[in-house]
């Protein structure tokens, strides 16, 4: 008796949370003369029944006006199965973004999850700890199914990537420029690092570090300045511009700068300082600016 009745039960379809007129059509053909969209009652939970019992199903008959006596129960599920490992694998590939990064899932939530669209979002990868980059980590995920509706999974993974980086070979002192010898290039393998490492020396040589940066610690862009156009103690020329009068003049610069930073500048013909903007390599200005 209970496989016949599991036979008999209706299927939802994943992009909904009621159960239709259209739903109970498909064992009951009275029911179709009602709008397929009409909804009847809440549809049950990822791998749950609800069942319209025939009083159930006789009262909405005279509620829509139907010619007709119901004589059978009718079962509705939401039909669940297991997920999908290569399912999974793609939509970890495309959700982190990383053409070439191995994914290996090592183990996954067994339980078997209703229709509907597979979701890793990379929010919800931990990240192992920076001294074992090789070490499993968990990636939560979702099905989206129900018109809003998330069933939680997830999996257990090892994420690696190969690629060159560039790291210090020395302590890095901040504001010092950096000098090709300091650095080196190693290979890295592992999980994906947060953010993206400088891949060749000519990308860090002659930068200028914001922090301190120890030996062996590798460097990205964020980690540095581009150089300073002017740096303390240069001599600079001093543009100026008062109406249509324009005058130039040697200065020396009080602080470093870049391009267009406010610095001060020594006049060593009175020994005043002003403040000017940089213009370029040994260039500054005053009161030229719009």
């Known amino acids: 008796m209970m496989l016949a009745i599991m036979a008999t039960c209706v299927a939802l379809v994943s992009d909904r949370d009621r159960i239709t007129a259209g739903d109970l059509a498909a064992r009951q053909e009275s029911f179709s003369a009602i709008p397929a969209d009409t909804p009847l009652g809440y549809a049950p939970a990822p791998g749950m029944r609800r069942t319209f019992s025939v009083p159930d199903l006789t009262r909405l008959a005279r509620r829509y006006g139907l010619d007709s006596e119901p004589?059978?129960?009718?079962?509705?599920?939401?039909?669940?199965?297991?997920?999908?490992?290569?399912?999974?694998?793609?939509?970890?590939?495309?959700?982190?973004?990383?053409?070439?990064?191995?994914?290996?899932?090592?183990?996954?939530?067994?339980?078997?999850?209703?229709?509907?669209?597979?979701?890793?979002?990379?929010?919800?990868?931990?990240?192992?700890?920076?001294?074992?980059?090789?070490?499993?980590?968990?990636?939560?995920?979702?099905?989206?199914?129900?018109?809003?509706?998330?069933?939680?999974?997830?999996?257990?993974?090892?994420?690696?990537?190969?690629?060159?980086?560039?790291?210090?070979?020395?302590?890095?002192?901040?504001?010092?420029?950096?000098?090709?010898?300091?650095?080196?290039?190693?290979?890295?393998?592992?999980?994906?690092?947060?953010?993206?490492?400088?891949?060749?020396?000519?990308?860090?040589?002659?930068?200028?570090?914001?922090?301190s940066i120890p030996a062996g610690a590798p460097l990205s862009a964020a980690d540095l300045d581009s150089p300073y156009d002017v740096t303390r103690g240069d001599w600079v020329r001093v543009e100026v511009a008062h109406g249509d009068a324009h005058l130039e003049l040697d200065g020396r610069a009080q602080a470093s700068g870049r391009r267009g930073q406010m610095i001060p500048v020594l006049n060593p013909a009175n020994g005043k300082k002003f403040s000017a903007r940089v213009e370029g390599a040994g260039r500054v200005s005053v009161g030229i600016h719009p």
């Open 71 to 211: 004589k059978d129960e009718i079962c509705v599920e939401r039909p669940v199965a297991p997920l999908d490992r290569a399912a999974m694998l793609a939509v970890m590939h495309q959700s982190l973004g990383v053409p070439d990064a191995r994914i290996d899932i090592v183990e996954y939530s067994r339980y078997a999850v209703p229709a509907g669209a597979m979701e890793f979002p990379r929010a919800g990868l931990m990240a192992p700890p920076p001294s074992l980059p090789e070490a499993t980590t968990v990636w939560k995920g979702s099905i989206r199914y129900g018109g809003g509706h998330r069933f939680a999974i997830w999996a257990r993974v090892r994420i690696a990537v190969k690629s060159p980086r560039v790291v210090a070979a020395e302590p890095l002192g901040p504001g010092g420029t950096i000098q090709a010898a300091q650095l080196r290039v190693d290979s890295y393998e592992g999980f994906p690092p947060r953010t993206t490492p400088l891949v060749s020396i000519e990308q860090a040589a002659g930068r200028i570090p914001r922090r």
